[in-house]
């Protein structure tokens, strides 16, 4: 498949940058190709005793004229080439990450953080080499080697031109034959530095856990071997690049000293003149650049391919989920109502062999709350998971106002949730900015409303930046229960039809678990709800308690209902009685 497929639109909306880029980095070459010959007069001059001040002004005058224009010039293809291969860079990460937030849950699940952090910096950035050096010193060291000999053929001698290049094609050889090996080291060089980036990522996220556990030395033996495996790798694909510069250089010193050799014997014979043969020599020498450059170019091409490919390779995998034969959301007649119809659905994680849920059926009406209860592992979060369609939903399984979640606009049906999650994330940012992290952002006197009914509020006042307080990596600052009253809030915030609290209230006390559903309750009259809790008290006025047991629904009712049928939500109800009594003695 063609690697350019997803740059190709930028390249084209940009290629007149190019173009002139290129024709400028042209023309300062030219330039840069008369010296010689100036040279070569002034020592003709010098032998024939020709050589008078004003010859010399002249040539002075040219050399510093083409030094000025080289000058400029250079500046002119740095501000078009250059800086378009960092807008392209620039425009691929902005592609990438879009097309990344794209992607299911699943695809996280499968894909490791570090892993896509390299693809977002390292390979991205070989990219933009490749674009931006890579094609100067290409078009550079072509335009260059081939003018060079061009002059060296029309201007000098042909013959001694032809036999000084004998040796030449051997770079062409060469540098095909480890093409196959650069791509393949690089691509383990890219590989070990993404398993490097991981280790570092994991690590930082994880140090909480490691210091606690004494787990300094290894996991700084294990982020070791990562490094040296990426010190390898880079070794390795050094080594093949460490050959290619001596190469070139030996092979454009044979031509020099087979120059010297013949061009010699022809200035003796009267066939050239010294000055041409002067010439001659600075244009063999000159020609070394432009072979070195070309094994420069070569390295930053091929590193560039392999990261394109690495980069396609995101770009083609198709997100999971997206938006395939919705109804218009714009439509006046669309307007969803927040309740719940799920129909015998059952539910397999992509990649797993049994199902995490199974034939699970419920309604749930508007303003109406559904508890879901269950030991560990029976599928609560999954559940709610796939209500927030994080994952692709079984067709007709699930009906939020009477259709089909797979007929819903994905964002539609996000607005009109307010998800507290298990996993109390939140932003290294401002109390404020999390609070009103689902809306277009809030002013403290509205975040207030939503903290207060939270419980939060008091403490958010007692930060000692208040609401402007910035909360560090992950919110360390903040203590397990704040942060999951914050993500209460932040919920509330968005103004939700149906708001989801999964296991919300675990790391408050009950005093402040029962006022804050107090408060719930006064303000989310109209407000469908579901909570997934394992204390009882979280969820024993809900109009409807759902209890799973390895992905069935095992028991349902309301809770004088369950008591009654003494079944495992009655068990349940009188263990953590007991806990209660045994806490309280
Ligand atoms: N991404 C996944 N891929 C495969 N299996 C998964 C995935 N996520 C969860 N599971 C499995 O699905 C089952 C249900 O998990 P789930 O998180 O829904 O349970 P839960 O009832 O919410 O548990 P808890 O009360 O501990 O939060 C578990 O066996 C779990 O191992």
Redesign the pocket.
Known sequence: MNDFRYVSGFLKKHIWKYVFGIMLLMIIDALQLITPLLIGNFTDALKTGTLDAPTILKLIVYILAIAIGVAIGRYGWRMTIVTTAKKLEYWLRNTVFEHLEKMS??YF?HHKTGDLMAHCTNDISSIRNAFGGGVIMLVDALFMGLMTIAIMMVRIDLKLTLIALIPMPLIAFFIIILGKKVRQRFKEVQEAFSDLTDVAQENFSGVRIIKSFVQEAPSLKHFNEKNQNNFNKNIKLAKLFGMVNPMVGFIAMLSTLIAMIYGGGLVIDGAISIGDFVAFLTYVGMLAWPMMALGFVYNQLQRGQVSLRRINTILDTPPEIFDEDVIDALNESFALRPKLEVKDMTFT?P??ESP?LKNISFNLGEGETLAIV??????????VNLLLKLYQVPDGTILIGDQDINRIPVKKLRHMMGYVP?DNFLFSKTVLYNVGFGTEGINETEGTKYTKIAQIHSEIKEFPKGYATELGERGVNMSGGQKQRVSIARALSKKPEIIILD?SLSAVDTKTEESILTHLKETLVDTTSIL?A?RISTIKHASQIIV?ED?EIVERGRHEELLSKDGIYADMYRKQLLEEKISEA
């Open positions: 849950l699943n699940n994680y990649g797993s995490v269950g030991k560990t592992g029976s599928g609560k979060t999954t559940l298990q296991d997934i394992h799973l992905g």
